[in-house]
């Protein structure tokens, strides 16, 4: 017997939690001719954009939002803003696993207090069709096994407690549906961090580099891109307690543009095509070495959203293609 909602009874779940937290969630907007789907503050369940396969802003913004004031500083005293618990609602499995493993990067070696105390703030409750995986932080998954049921499989105390709701029972004929997918031999292909490495005279760095507008949009839509940059903005005749007398601002940055890595009289990575082999060697090089993971879960926004109609997926296969030329 599984413990388990019907699909009629998760618009009650909804009214339920948008009547004691906030709730935000995928949204269509049916006349968008690209980009339909959005996280915005869900008012009713009928907003609720089920099977959203990607939104334009991952996850993250609501971690690590794109701008943000980390602290307000004046009169002798530092003041951050206050934090409010919110709950994403129906967010799909690959978005799920794209916060574990953003967890994990501002965790170590040097922890974000910032996106900890947010992320501590914030309820996950993920809906799709698949399984769990064991690469997720969540309250509550709810996996999709048939038409109308739903599995539901609590993580947390919260995770819990909402599963303890009248609208969950134990229901031992839900049906299942396939969750086979096939392991992805780009991404996970096993030299991939060598072949990365290695191909620095490749000539498709310079190919791109033809083609690239160096907007940074990759970065920004990417859900495990985390660079940022922190400038101080001061105005001494603005009052500390309702203005900004002094403000410690945080916004998204992304290694993709020129002057990401400039410092006083140098520019460390001034040609396009060095800036865009280091995102791929950091994606594909670092992180599988740092953190035992690659940092894409393979969302596919980073290829929708590309002026240029850059597909990485076409840049690695090109590459493990050449893997004995590239040296
Ligand atoms: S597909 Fe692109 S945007 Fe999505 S995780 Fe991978 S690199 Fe980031
Ligand atoms: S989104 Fe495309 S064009 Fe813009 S920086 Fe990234 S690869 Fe270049």
């Not at 396969?53 to 002798?76: A, S, W, Y």
């Not at 909402?162 to 549906?177: C, K, L, M, R, S």
Request: hydrophobic share 30%.
């Amino acid at each position: 017997m599984s413990l388990a909602i019907h699909k009629k009874d998760l618009a009650d779940l909804f009214r339920d939690l948008s009547g004691k937290w906030p709730v935000y969630g995928p949204t269509e907007n049916k006349e968008a001719v690209t980009s339909r789907f959005r996280f915005a503050k869900l008012s009713s369940f009928k907003n609720f954009a089920f099977n959203y396969g990607h939104t334009v802003l991952p996850p993250k913004q609501f971690f690590l939002p794109p701008e943000e004031v980390l602290f307000r500083f004046g009169d002798n005293k530092i003041s951050p803003p206050e934090e409010t618990e919110i709950i994403l609602f129906g967010l799909n499995r690959k978005d799920g696993e794209g916060i574990f493993y953003l967890d994990k990067i501002m965790s170590e070696p040097i922890i974000d207090e910032k996106y900890q105390i947010r992320r501590q703030n914030i309820k996950i409750i993920i809906i799709d069709s698949l399984p769990p995986s064991n690469s997720l932080n969540c309250d509550l998954y709810l996996q999709r096994v048939d038409k109308d049921h739903y599995l539901a499989f609590p993580y947390s105390p919260f995770g819990e407690e909402i599963a303890q709701n009248p609208y969950f029972g134990h229901e031992g004929d839900v049906g299942t549906i396939s969750t086979r997918h096939a392991a992805d031999e780009v991404i996970y292909h096993p030299r991939l961090d060598k072949i990365v490495e290695n191909s620095y005279n490749h000539p498709i760095w310079d190919k791109l580099a033809d083609t690239c507008f160096n907007c940074g949009i990759c970065s920004y839509v990417c859900p495990l891109c985390y660079c940022f940059k922190v400038e101080d903005q001061i105005d001494i005749t603005k009052n500390v307690e309702n203005d900004c007398q002094g403000c410690r601002n945080r916004s998204w940055d992304s290694c993709m543009l020129p002057d990401f890595a400039k410092v006083t009289f140098h520019n460390f990575r001034p040609e396009l095509k060095d800036r865009i082999y280091n995102w791929y060697y950091h994606k594909f090089v670092r992180m599988p070495r740092e953190y035992g993971i690659p940092g894409c879960i393979d969302c596919g926004r980073c290829i929708t959203y590309c002026p240029a109609n850059i597909n990485y997926r076409d840049v690695l296969k090109e590459l493990i293609k050449d893997e004995k030329n590239t040296k």
